[in-house]
């Protein structure tokens, strides 16, 4: 049995450059990854501020972390984590 992590929500500070939809799909192609939310929560003239959340069946969030800092952004806290129990499952 175990755990996975099913939902992470993030507070990331991403370059204005980068594009959100172009962020958004690059976290959905990640192995595991089944939905990505992104909301602005601050802008200033260099930077953004977003709230991120990550869905899946097991979303492995060391490969997040890696994706975010590839693009420049910087992961400021983990906000909230949600497991579930995998059930006879060899993952």
């Given at each position: 049995m175990g755990a996975s992590l099913r939902r992470a929500t993030l507070d990331v500070l991403k370059p204005r450059e980068l594009d959100l939809t172009?962020?958004?799909k690059l976290l959905c192609e990640l192995?595991?990854?089944?939905?990505v939310e992104?909301?602005?929560v601050e802008?200033?003239?260099r930077t953004e501020t977003l709230k991120l959340t990550v869905e899946g069946r097991s979303v492995d969030l060391r490969k997040v972390h890696k994706l975010l800092e590839?693009?420049?952004c910087a992961l400021r806290s983990v906000d909230a984590l949600s497991f579930e129990r995998r059930h006879g499952s060899t993952e």
């Open positions: 172009m962020l958004g192995e595991g990854v089944e939905r992104i909301s602005v802008m200033d003239v590839e693009h420049g």
